[in-house]
Nanobody, 121 residues
Framework: QVQLVESGGGLVQAGGSLRLSCAATGRTFSTYNMGWFRRAPGKEREFVAAISFGSRNTLYGDSVKGRFTISRDNAKNTVYLQMNGLKPEDTAVYYC??????????????WGQGTQVTVSS
């Protein structure tokens, strides 16, 4: 059974940075496409970024392009989301997802519990 555990969330001022981590267990990570989504209060889950299993390909949501960077370390079974230039509208619960290289929720098989990111103005 796959388990995804996010960490690194917190409270940060606008313009600041955070790095989220997602550790995966229960399957071969090096063949596992990964993604990040987020859900702001009162909104639907929104695509943030995705990375292919070999790191060759990455995909970003329009609202985070140029500010966020997804990466992975297959030796550590971990995917990262470096978030720079944070804005109050980035406030959300951030979820790690596995099993697809896609911007669409329905293609992902596995989900973490989420980590809260709050950006103050």
């Amino acid at each position: 059974q796959v388990q995804l555990v996010e960490s690194g969330g917190g409270l940060v001022q606008a313009g600041g940075s955070l790095r989220l981590s997602c550790a995966a267990t229960g399957r071969t990570f090096s063949t596992y496409n990964m993604g990040w989504f987020r859900r702001a209060p009162g909104k639907e889950r929104e695509f943030v970024a995705a990375i292919s299993f070999g790191s060759r390909n990455t995909l970003y949501g329009d609202s985070v392009k140029g500010r966020f960077t997804i990466s992975r370390d297959n030796a550590k079974n971990t995917v990262y989301l470096q978030m720079n230039g944070l804005k109050p509208e980035d406030t959300a619960v951030y979820y790690c997802a596995g099993g697809a290289y896609s911007a669409y929720v329905r293609y992902y098989q596995d989900w973490g519990q989420g980590t809260q990111v709050t950006v103050s103005s």
